[in-house]
């Protein structure tokens, strides 16, 4: 794996060249090129994009939120203290993004 040396980003191979999103290309040997080979080809139609973090992947429960009364929140559990202690749960309001935590 290559990171471009103009902006970091991870290089791309394409034939007997290694090629950034931004435009900056490196050129490899044939040795190179076939370990950079791409063994697996993706379609089109198969390409999933994701931004932010408005993907809903936690879990939800029902709880009000503190700050707008909304009645869903998403959770996760996190070890905020020693390892023999229990662990924290984290709630965020699904319309506001308010964030805060349950103790046990």
Not at 13 to 35: F, I, R, S, Y
Request: proline share 3%.
């Amino acid at each position: 794996m290559e990171f471009c040396s103009e902006c970091g980003a991870m290089m791309l191979p394409q034939g007997d060249k290694l090629k950034c999103k931004c435009g900056n290309t490196k050129n490899l040997t044939k040795n190179e090129a076939e370990k950079y080979e791409v063994s697996e080809k993706i379609e089109a139609k198969d390409t999933v994009i994701m931004k932010g973090e408005e993907i809903a992947t936690l879990p939800t429960t029902r709880v009000i939120c503190p700050k707008c009364n909304n009645e869903k929140a998403f959770w996760w559990l996190q070890q905020t203290r020693r390892a023999d202690e229990a662990e924290t749960r984290f709630l965020r309001c699904t319309e506001c993004k308010h964030t805060w935590r349950e103790y046990d």
